[in-house]
C-alpha cells in the first residue's frame, strides 16, 4: 500500500511541476514588459456603494493621471453615506469627471452589475478601465500603461490588482501572497492562450466586448463576478492581453481581520463554481495537487517509508515552486511574501477547505 501512495506521490509531483515551471512559468520568466504609449480615448470607471472616505483620497489621484485623452465614470449606486455628494463636489470641481446616479431596483436591488452596467452605457469613449473605490493607482501613468497594451485584435487586458503592505501583520503576508499567486495563474494561462479571469480593481476592455455577450446577464442573479465571471465568458486567447509594469498597478487596503477575510474569501470562491468546464478543472487539479502533496508527505514521512526518496522528492519540489513563485513575486513586487511561504501556502490549503465545506452549508454575502 505505501509503494502505490509512493507511485501516486511521484505522479503529483509532476503535476506540480508542470503547474510550477511550464505554466506558472510563462509568466515567472518572461522578459520585462515593454509599453509603448498610445492615445486612445479612455473612459475610467468607478462604481461606489458607501465609500465616502475612500472617495476623498482616491478620486483626486484619478484626475490626476498623466493621460491625453479620458474622463472618469463615477458610480453611486444608491449610497446612504456622503458618497453621492462628494461626486457630485467632483463633477463641478474636474471637466473630465460624468456622474450616474443609480437608484434602488427591486429587481437588481443592491446588484453592483446593474450599476455597473448604466456606467458602461453613460461612458463616451470606446476603451473602459476599471477600479474600485476602494484603490488607488501606484502612478500618474497607471491609464498609459493599461492602454498601452489594446490592439486591433487585444481587446481585454488584465492587470494587477495589489494589497498595501501592513507592517509586522501575518495576515496581510498571506492576502498578498494569495494575491500574488492569483495573479500568476491568470496572467500565466492568459499567456498560454486560456485567459480564464481577471480583477474587478484593474481591468480594462474595450465596450463592443461588453456587448457582445450581452454584458452581465448571463450571471446578473449572481451577486459578485463582475470581474472574473465576465473574463471567464469574454476572454479567449486572441483578444486578451496583459500588463503587468510597476506603474499599472493598483493598490487597495486589505482586510485586517481574519474573519473579514474569510468572508471576503467565501465571495471569491462561489464564483469559481460557474466557470468554463476547462478553467474549473484546471484550478481543481492544482489545489488537488497542493492537498495532496502535503497530506502524502506527512503520510510517508510519518511511516519513514523510502524516507530518502520522500524527503529528496519533497525539498525538490519546494526549490522549483519557490523559484518560479519568486520569479513572479519579484515582478509584481511582492517578493517579501516568499520568505513565509512553506507556512503561508498550508494555511491557503486548509483555508481553502473550510470555505469550500463553509460555502456548502450557507451561500456567503455579495457586494453592500
Known sequence: ML?????IFIGIIAIQLFYYLVVFGKFAFAQKQQIT??????????CAKNEAENVTKFIPLLAEQNYPDFEIVLIDD??????????EAFEKQYSNVKLVKVQNNEAFWGNKK???????KA???EYLLFTDADCYPTSKDWITNMSSQFTMHKTIVLGYGAYEKIKGSFLNKII??????????????AKMGKPYMGVGRNLAYKREEFFKVNGFIEHMSVRSGDDDLFINQAAKGSNTATCYTTESFTVSEPKKTWKAWFKQKRRHVSTAKLYKGFDKFQLGLYYISQLSFLLLAILLLAFQFQWMIVGALVVFRYIFAWTALGYAAGKLKEKDVMYWFPIIEIVLIFTQLNVFFTNLVSKPVHWK
Do not use: C, H, N
Open 37 to 46: 504609449p498610445k492615445r486612445i480615448p479612455i473612459s475610467v470607471i468607478v
Open 123 to 125: 461612458a463616451s469613449k
Open 114 to 120: 446593474f450599476a455597473l452596467t448604466l456606467g458602461i
Open 176 to 189: 498578498r501572497f494569495e494575491t500574488m499567486l492569483t495573479a500568476t495563474q491568470y496572467f500565466a494561462w
Open 78 to 87: 444608491a449610497s446612504s453615506d456622503e458618497t453621492l455628494e462628494l461626486f
Open 3 to 7: 509503494s502505490i501512495l509512493l507511485y
